[in-house]
């Protein structure tokens, strides 16, 4: 149960307490049975009812959720053997992405992802989920491992963007950036990205020019945040609520305009609420994901993702 709570969400989250102490009573006495039934109906009726209420701004601030699940959470509940490499062998060790081999249903995969921290001190080393250029040039080597003995590449989103410091510039940031883009393109194998929390500008599509782009149901997934397309565009931060309505963000606009291929449904109150539950789900969002592209060679696969990012933002005029 997530312990920081947003002033919208307090009615779900009070209901799921309430079926936390009734779970933790019903283990010795059966008769509570029937209440217990009735009332994660009426707490998945209640969270359905509040969150389809929900403003563009909310769910941004949902997707941020301190306690939602991060990349690591997702690979320590459904990859096996997981073994992290480190390192872009010309600068340093960037641990705002995590990269690694595993196996997903008994198969190995590649796996690279965004990684934020937990407390002020992991923040840091995170450095907030915001990779420098060493980090998507790690993310680089593992794609082309990936491709070079066809391993299937599964990638996590969930950043405010790329780093934007002098340093990060200096070396190189958005040529990173665009190189990351490129290997994902060219790769002869099935790559799954899922956008698990926020995904904000290039450093998010560094890893998600993929054949399929899932959604968590609370996840965004934006050209930039609703904050700096305000400063941007009226020199006024505090109109980040109007922002977020007009950049189309959320998970039901990204469907709808064939940003993302499918929407993951979480558990009631959000996955900061139960990651087991979320974690589940996600891995059956990316099973049938891969087994959707199973019959495809590596000539195909490439295709499928050209005519993918092809397909956003065409249109016919009536």
Known sequence: MATLVLPFEKPVVELLERVQELEAAALGEPTLAPELAALRVETEKVARELFATLSPIQKVQLSRHANRPYTLDYIGRFVDQWIELKGDRRFAEDESIVAGLGRFDGRSVVIVGHQKGRGTKDNVKRNFGMPNPEGYRKAIRLFEMADRFGLPILTFIDTPGAYPGIGA??????????????????????????????????????????????????????????????????KDGTRAEEAAEQLKLTSADLLRLGVVDAIVDEPPGGAHQDHDAAAAKLCAAIRLALAELAPLDGAALVDDRYRRFRRIGSFVEG
């Open 169 to 234: 510039e200096e070396r190189g940031q958005s040529e990173a950036i665009g190189a990351s883009i490129a290997a994902m393109a060219r790769a002869r194998v099935p790559i799954i990205a899922s956008v698990i929390g926020e995904g904000g500008s290039g450093g998010a599509l560094a890893l998600g020019v993929a054949n399929r782009v899932l959604v968590l149901e609370l996840g965004c997934y934006s050209v930039i945040s609703p904050e700096g397309c305000a400063a941007i565009l009226w």
